[in-house]
């Protein structure tokens, strides 16, 4: 009998069998964060990306991201932000897009009515 199997009969712990599992629990703890962060300013998600692109084309790049997560209140590490990077770039580009941003922070527990395109910033 393996360990895991064991400690779920009798403790009921949920053991993580692959990597794959610790990844997605990072991203979700990294997406709660963000969303929490961008509740607590009245934003929702297509808001707080159109605030973090600062430079209008319609990806977030690391700088921008980093720049969002202090924004939001979030202390990130350079190897946090390589991670959250990993985490929300689907496309392996570099940047994050609306889509990739929408899906990353998609949060059991969080809901809000967002159209699919940002609005346009204020002058």
């Known amino acids: 009998v393996a360990v895991s199997q064991v400690l779920r009969r009798c403790c009921g712990l949920r053991v993580l069998a692959a990597e794959g599992e610790l990844g997605a629990l990072r ?6 964060r963000m969303r929490y962060g ?6 929702r998600v297509v808001d707080g990306f159109a605030v973090m692109d600062t430079d209008r084309e319609g ?3 690391p700088a921008e991201l980093l720049e969002g997560a ?12 390589a991670e959250m990077i990993a985490l929300f770039d689907e496309n392996g580009d570099g940047t994050i897009t609306l889509q ?12 809000e009515a967002d159209g699919d395109e940002a609005p346009e910033p204020a002058p």
């Not at 990739?100 to 809901?111: C, H, R, S, T």
Request: glycine residues 10%; aromatic residues 10%; proline residues 3%.
């Open 59 to 61: 990806t977030l790049s």
């Open 100 to 111: 990739e941003f929408k899906a990353a922070l998609d949060v059991p527990g969080f809901e």
């Open 27 to 32: 991203r979700r703890a990294v997406a709660a």
């Open 38 to 43: 961008l509740a607590m300013k009245g934003y």
């Open 70 to 81: 202090k924004w939001l209140g979030l202390q990130v590490s350079g190897a946090e932000l």
